[in-house]
């Protein structure tokens, strides 16, 4: 089993992979995928929430293929408009520029860092033992850092830090959202997105006009313009065409309005999805045994494709989900 993080990730992995005795999903009928279908090289190392790393130090990204090649030991974090931000196990944080795929800085921490993003010469991060902070590139200096609650067992779909304005929205390990002004660090205000004690920590975080939406594994929340929750085992959370889609982890696929009022709801029984996103027209959910269901927007007609079991690692880039060493091309689907 791939490394992803140091805190109890048997448990978290076994719980969100499913373990023996569960029931699987076993559709009627499955179209045949081969045509959308091609493969790639690399064993995946490394998986978050943006990106997978290969044991050949290269990565992909929500973005695609990566650009630069990363040093020894260093998995993909996040990346700004001119760096890549790398990190490894020991608590270093490295910058690599994109456009000289160079090493500019590697700043090192008393645990490894596990999320981050940066803006403005800001570089906003997480450690593995829930700390928070700031660091200002330019001086060299921490702006502020925080510990927060311990988390002993995490869902290793991290979310990284979001960026509004001049704030930083700072997801944790113990399902708070810290939303911090970046000129004036030392005041945050603290969300309670869930309070479970284990597996809480924030696994999706995005911005929908001017409202966050924001999930933990067991719970949905929206802030902002509107307000609403929803309280339910989630497996992933995707927005497309101003509608929020909520994946569940008993196999529900439920679309909701920016006002969280559910407009549409579909179930596959004994489905465990493992990666699921939307675009366009459609919305894609692939079970853990290789069944991808591709819906409407409406979630009133499907079709399922078999594209085969995932046994090391699925990652959603764009318009394709890269699953052990093959590329399913979604758009490419027959509809």
Same mark, same amino acid.
């Given at each position: 089993?791939?490394?992803?993080?140091?805190?109890?990730?048997?448990?978290?992995?076994?719980?969100?992979?499913?373990?023996?005795?569960?029931?699987?999903?076993?559709?009627?009928? #499955?179209?045949?995928?081969?045509?959308?279908?091609?493969?790639?090289?690399?064993?995946?190392?490394?998986? !978050?929430? /943006?990106?997978? #790393?290969?044991? !050949?130090? #290269?990565?992909?990204?929500?973005? %695609?293929?990566?650009?630069?090649?990363?040093?020894?030991?260093? $998995?993909?974090?996040?990346?700004?408009?001119?760096?890549?931000?790398?990190?490894?196990?020991?608590?270093?944080?490295?910058?690599?520029?994109?456009?000289?795929?160079?090493?500019?800085? @590697?700043?090192?921490?008393?645990?490894?860092?596990?999320?981050?993003?940066?803006?403005?010469?800001?570089?906003?991060?997480?450690?593995?033992?829930? @700390?928070? %902070?700031?660091?200002?590139?330019?001086?060299?200096?921490?702006?502020?850092?925080?510990?927060?609650?311990?988390?002993?067992?995490?869902?290793?779909?991290?979310?990284?830090?979001?960026?509004?304005?001049?704030?930083?929205?700072?997801? #944790?390990?113990?399902?708070?959202?810290?939303?911090?002004?970046?000129?004036?660090?030392?005041?945050?205000?603290?969300?309670?997105?869930?309070?479970? !004690?284990?597996?809480?920590?924030?696994?999706?975080?995005?911005?929908?006009?001017? !409202?966050?939406?924001?999930?933990?594994?067991?719970?949905?929340?929206?802030?902002?313009?509107?307000?609403?929750?929803?309280?339910?085992?989630?497996?992933?959370?995707?927005?497309?065409?101003?509608?929020?889609?909520?994946?569940?982890?008993?196999?529900?696929?439920?679309?909701?309005?920016?006002?969280?009022?559910?407009?549409?709801?579909?179930?596959?029984?004994?489905? $465990?999805?493992?990666?699921?996103?939307?675009?366009?027209? $459609?919305?894609?959910?692939?079970?853990?045994?290789?069944?991808?269901?591709?819906?409407?927007?409406?979630?009133?007609?499907?079709?399922?494709? /078999?594209? %085969?079991?995932?046994? /090391?690692?699925?990652?959603?880039?764009? $318009?394709?989900?890269?699953?052990?060493?093959?590329?399913?091309?979604?758009?490419?689907?027959?509809?």
């Amino acid at each position: 089993m791939k490394k992803i993080i140091g805190v109890s990730l048997s448990v978290a992995t076994l719980l969100f992979m499913g373990c023996s005795g569960k029931k699987y999903f076993e559709p009627e009928k #499955t179209y045949k995928a081969a045509s959308a279908i091609s493969g790639h090289k690399g064993k995946s190392v490394y998986l !978050t929430r /943006d990106g997978v #790393t290969f044991d !050949t130090q #290269t990565y992909i990204s929500k973005k %695609g293929a990566g650009i630069v090649t990363l040093g020894t030991g260093q $998995h993909y974090l996040s990346e700004s408009s001119a760096y890549v931000l790398a990190a490894n196990g020991q608590g270093a944080l490295t910058l690599i520029s994109k456009r000289s795929k160079k090493v500019i800085k @590697t700043i090192s921490f008393d645990a490894p860092v596990i999320s981050a993003g940066m803006k403005n010469g800001k570089i906003v991060y997480l450690l593995q033992d829930n @700390t928070f %902070g700031i660091y200002k590139l330019s001086t060299g200096k921490k702006l502020i850092e925080n510990k927060s609650e311990d988390a002993f067992a995490v869902d290793a779909r991290i979310a990284s830090p979001l960026f509004v304005d001049n704030l930083a929205v700072i997801p #944790t390990l113990d399902g708070k959202l810290l939303i911090v002004d970046m000129q004036n660090p030392e005041n945050a205000k603290v969300i309670y997105v869930s309070s479970k !004690t284990n597996l809480n920590n924030i696994i999706y975080l995005s911005r929908m006009g001017n !409202t966050l939406v924001a999930a933990t594994p067991n719970r949905l929340m929206i802030i902002g313009n509107a307000e609403g929750e929803f309280s339910e085992g989630i497996s992933e959370v995707s927005i497309a065409n101003k509608a929020i889609y909520l994946f569940t982890k008993s196999g529900e696929v439920i679309k909701f309005s920016p006002q969280l009022k559910e407009l549409a709801r579909k179930k596959f029984k004994f489905a $465990h999805f493992s990666v699921a996103t939307a675009f366009g027209n $459609h919305v894609y959910a692939m079970d853990q045994k290789g069944s991808l269901i591709v819906l409407n927007s409406a979630l009133t007609k499907y079709r399922i494709y /078999d594209v %085969g079991d995932v046994n /090391d690692f699925a990652f959603i880039s764009g $318009h394709k989900i890269y699953k052990d060493n093959e590329v399913v091309s979604l758009d490419k689907l027959g509809r």
